[in-house]
């Protein structure tokens, strides 16, 4: 499996919105709707803020959100606050049975 | 909800086994996955593979295949991962995840195992 797609770095000023598309293929994200999301800031543990595309969990802010189009996901966060400032990466199920990571993208406020 | 905790940092040299352990607490535990995740510094996540509790099925995605054990103990609902000759690019932060069976999304993490492989 190839890591899945996602742009290094990408950044908005306070109060913008900012989508970070994930590309995959029809083996992963384009097959199944169990894409999920990660912001992880330096030197903790992932946290999921999306989960089955589009779903938050609770205690997630709802300035982020899911979609899918095809083989590309996409996480959208709106309001950008200094907080949100940290590393995003997607994961998506695959026909192998496994799951797969995007490359990751870091986001700059 | 499930907490995982890991166990500590270790430092190895390069031939050398290692065993590290992500413990779950909570209800229901049967019904989780456990899974593993590397994180070379400064680069991104991989995925290792991961452990069904009930029937201890086992996926490793391909890189891995081959590269490491993941196992588990009921007894104690605890999940390992298993190097029998470690290198030196191994060395690595570790994290574990748990996943409900049944879905795809990895709610609880642990915080992480940082491995050094150096002689």
């Known amino acids: 499996q190839s890591a899945l797609t996602q742009p290094a770095s990408m950044s908005g000023s306070p109060g913008q919105w900012i989508t970070i598309p994930c590309t995959g293929t029809?083996?992963?994200?384009?097959?199944?709707?169990?894409v999920s999301w990660y912001q992880q800031y330096p030197g903790k543990a992932p946290v999921i803020v999306i989960f089955?595309?589009?779903n938050r969990p609770s205690g997630v802010s709802n300035r982020f959100s899911g979609s899918k189009s095809g083989n590309t996901a996409s996480l959208t966060i709106s309001g950008l606050q200094a907080e949100d400032e940290a590393d995003y990466y997607c994961?998506?199920?695959?026909?192998?049975?496994?799951?797969?990571f995007g490359t990751g993208t870091k986001v700059t406020v | 909800d499930v907490q995982v905790e890991q166990s500590g940092a270790e430092v190895k040299e390069p031939g050398e086994s290692l065993r590290i352990t992500c413990k779950a607490s909570?209800?229901?535990?049967?019904?989780?996955?456990i899974g593993w995740v590397r994180q070379r510094p400064g680069e991104g996540l991989e995925w290792m593979g991961f452990?069904?509790?009930?029937?201890?099925?086992?996926r490793y995605s391909p890189s891995f295949q081959g590269q490491v054990t993941i196992s588990a103990d009921t007894s104690i609902y605890t999940a390992f991962l298993q190097w029998s000759s470690l290198k030196a690019s191994d060395s690595a932060m570790y994290f574990c995840?748990?996943?409900?069976?049944?879905?795809?999304?990895?709610?609880?993490w642990g915080q992480g195992t940082p491995v050094i492989v150096s002689s």
């Open positions: 995840a748990t996943a409900l069976h049944g879905t795809a999304s990895w709610h609880y």
């Open positions: 909570g209800d229901s535990l049967r019904n989780y996955w």
């Open positions: 452990i069904f509790f009930a029937d201890f099925e086992t």
């Open positions: 029809s083996s992963d994200v384009g097959r199944y709707n169990f």
């Open positions: 089955d595309v589009a």
């Open positions: 994961s998506s199920y695959t026909t192998g049975g496994v799951y797969v």
